[in-house]
């Protein structure tokens, strides 16, 4: 069974394209947590969020709790954004995606 | 630096010979938790510990031991190590739980 469901699981931008990453959830949760993994492998935690959006320089999160979605946003990507984004949900314990591989040209 | 640190960073091993992955954060976090990621499977939970002496197991914790006798260090023990733990294992810290986790550079294991 998953828990979590990204979409879509690969994506190639152009640099300078607006990027959108989604995450589905099926269960009750208490928060959705995006993470970032760089092509050596280290895993770095981008946002924790529990409603609503947050925004960090070019990188957007948002939750709708009715709809167990969340989304992703990178403006004006770049060729730096390539990484594999995943997608995590804690209720009692850590449930995540498979990951979105994204390669943005130059 | 504030940061969660694992040793080895790679390890080839044989099935069977019992071995001992490290964890260790300087943050005086009390959350800390063991994964492993397999291509086609994303990240999964071995065992967690939300604080010191308090662990328990996640979603994948057959053929694995962990033990929290002090808040910094949280090791990952193989009893008797398989092929089908063949992984990439990272650890993990926060503050409480949930919470931003800080993640170790992970662990590459091979068991042949």
């Known amino acids: 069974k998953n828990e979590v469901e990204q979409s879509p699981q690969n994506l190639t931008a152009q640099e300078g394209e607006f990027i959108t990453i989604n995450c589905s959830y099926s269960?009750?949760?208490?928060?959705l947590h995006w993470l970032q993994q760089h092509p050596g492998g280290g895993i770095v935690s981008l946002f924790m969020?529990?409603?609503g959006k947050k925004k960090h320089g070019r990188l957007i999160a948002t939750i709708n709790i009715q709809e167990k979605h969340s989304s992703l946003h990178i403006t004006a990507s770049h060729p730096r954004d390539s990484a594999v984004y995943i997608c995590g949900i804690t209720g009692n314990q850590f449930y995540f995606g498979t990951g979105t591989s994204l390669t943005v040209i130059p | 630096e504030a940061q969660v640190t694992q040793n080895p960073r790679y390890l080839i091993t044989v099935t069977g010979k019992k071995l001992t992955v490290t964890c260790s954060q300087n943050m005086n976090h009390e959350y800390m938790s063991w994964y492993r990621q397999d291509p086609g499977l994303g990240l999964r939970q071995i065992y967690y510990?939300?604080?010191?002496?308090?662990?328990d197991k996640g979603d994948v914790p057959e053929g694995y031991k962990v033990s929290r006798k002090e808040k910094r260090n949280f090791p990952l023990i193989l009893e008797s190590p398989s092929p089908n733990q063949t992984s990439l294992y990272f650890c993990?810290?926060?503050?409480?739980?949930?919470?931003?986790?800080?993640f170790g550079p992970g662990t590459r294991l091979t068991v042949l």
């Open positions: 969020l529990s409603s």
């Open positions: 510990s939300m604080n010191v002496e308090v662990t």
């Open positions: 993990a810290s926060s503050l409480l739980f949930p919470d931003t986790q800080y």
């Open positions: 269960v009750g949760i208490s928060a």
